[in-house]
């Protein structure tokens, strides 16, 4: 079964830094890239990171991504109470022959 | 500006039939895959499917192939979700979402349309 795991929560601290891991398999985040999304509430979810580390246009610095193996991670330095959204993970999975999602991360900024 | 813009809210009985579009503008409609994704309340994202309204090449993911149908108008920049049958399980949030160059990339979302489906 393709899967992407995110921890269900997390939290920090206004000015903090946190982060967000993402687990896959060989057929997701082993072979593709890995983008990120932003999905603040009530709202459709927003492209935060491409391609691993990109960032569109309009994304502050402050969000940065990484890959390793089968594993991604999301990183919100300086964290900002309207950062409170949930995150999501997303990849192309060639089993799936489709992309695949993270189960998210709701973040709350305490 | 690429804009994403969904159909309106819908509430419907169980068994009855129901289409839901999203329509592209700001951009060459044609050229770039539209996908669908659907949020159960309170849940994450799951990918439905995908079309190419070039062509009407039509992708879906292993979990919905059956149980709705994708279409394109490319003459109106409209992708459509259909479902022929409704169950109470298909209350959920749906949105479109433009495919980016990477495959596995949605660069722009619309504004999602909520199905509700209650007797």
């Known amino acids: 079964q393709s899967v992407l795991t995110q921890p269900p929560s997390a939290s920090q601290t206004p000015g903090q830094r946190v982060t967000i891991s993402c687990s896959g398999s060989?057929?997701?985040?082993?072979?593709?890239?890995v983008n990120w999304y932003q999905q603040l509430p009530g709202t459709a979810p927003k492209l935060l990171i491409y391609?691993?580390?990109q960032r569109p246009s309009g994304v502050p610095d402050r969000f940065s991504g990484s890959k390793s193996g089968t594993s991604a991670s999301l990183a919100i330095s300086g964290l900002q109470s309207e950062d409170e959204a949930a995150y999501y993970c997303?990849?192309?999975?060639?089993?799936?022959?489709?992309?695949?999602f993270g189960g998210g991360t709701k973040l709350t900024v305490l | 500006e690429v804009q994403l813009v969904q159909s309106g809210a819908e509430v419907k009985k169980p068994g009855e039939s129901l289409r839901i579009s999203c329509k592209g503008s700001?951009?060459?409609?044609?050229?770039?895959?539209i996908g669908w994704v659907r949020q159960m309340p309170g849940k994450g994202l799951e990918w439905m499917g995908i079309?190419?309204?070039?062509?009407?090449?039509?992708r879906y993911s292993p979990s919905f192939q059956g149980q709705v149908t994708i279409s394109a108008d490319k003459s109106i920049s409209a992708a459509y979700l259909q479902w022929d049958t409704l169950k109470a399980s298909d209350t959920a949030l749906y949105y479109c979402?433009?495919?980016?160059?990477?495959?596995?990339?949605?660069?722009?979302w619309g504004q999602g349309t909520l199905v509700t489906v209650s007797s």
């Open positions: 997303a990849a192309w999975d060639d089993s799936l022959n489709g992309p695949l």
């Open positions: 060989s057929s997701s985040i082993g072979s593709n890239s």
């Open positions: 700001g951009y060459s409609f044609n050229n770039y895959w």
């Open positions: 391609n691993n580390n």
């Open positions: 079309i190419y309204p070039g062509d009407s090449d039509t």
């Open positions: 979402a433009r495919r980016a160059a990477n495959p596995g990339r949605f660069d722009y």
